[in-house]
């Protein structure tokens, strides 16, 4: 299995600052993103600390162990370096009080030949495109996630709710923190998004399915995402890693960026 990904962030329409990171470590396929939280670029500190300090210690393992470590082995690896960046971000906002309360969602897969090692805190998002089938495959840990899991609200009035953000879990908020990771099965062809709630609040279901099918490259569709947050109105920050799979015998680890502002 050979893939192509491919990165963007935006500040968005009604936000000065950045709050969101997003990265990618080409030679292990590690793809990471968070969205920060905050006072006063907190929020951007938090980020930037938690793709920073993830990329280099779990890209260093993921580098060293080869690309045939089991899942239970790329699991617990995973577990150690988010619980050591968590750890450190705490630190971070408890020793500078320009930082206090700071913290950040996170979603980070590590592709692997056919499988997905997928790990998330917070409202941070990745969805699949198989074919016709579009699924979020993250589950938010959020206020309205547990509002409708206990069948108080139903999706649709959680789209229009004034308590999306309030996340219930996220990293560097507390001194541990649950990472929740689960393993995918990936087909040629799947197409993998991973996002902020900059998206994901702004373009609906359908509309992200519709870009994520069309036939354009997938830069093209990076920008389309972005631009159709911006166009229902931006008021986020908005980072997009898409993650397409294909069979065939081209050098591993094709790779596209942009870096939108």
Known sequence: ???????????????????????????????????????????????????????????????????????????????IC?????????????????YSGMGTTLVLGV????RLMLGHIGDSRCYRLRGADFAQITKDHSLLQEQMDAGLITPEQAATST??????????????VLLE????????GDVFLMCSDGLSDMVDDEGIAKILASDVPLEQK???????????????NISVFLAEAKTGSKKRGLISRLLGK
């Open 1 to 79: 299995m050979i893939y192509e990904f491919c990165i963007r962030t935006d500040p968005g329409l009604a936000r000065e600052n950045n709050e969101d990171s997003v990265t990618f470590d080409e030679p292990t396929r590690l793809g990471i993103l968070a969205d920060g939280m905050g006072g006063y670029n907190a929020g951007e500190i938090a980020s930037g600390m938690a793709t920073t300090f993830i990329k280099s210690e779990l890209g260093r393992w993921l580098s060293q162990a080869g690309r045939h470590a089991n899942a239970r082995e790329v699991r617990r690896a995973m577990e």
């Open 82 to 98: 988010v619980d050591n960046a968590n750890r450190s971000i705490f630190n971070a906002a408890n020793s500078n009080p320009q």
């Open 111 to 114: 592709f692997q030949d056919a």
């Open 163 to 176: 308590n999306k953000n309030l996340v219930t879990r996220a990293l560097g908020v507390e001194d541990a």
């Open 181 to 188: 990771v689960n393993e995918h099965k990936v087909e040629p």
């Open 222 to 236: 990076s920008v389309q995402l972005v631009e159709a947050a911006n166009a229902n109105g931006g008021r986020d």
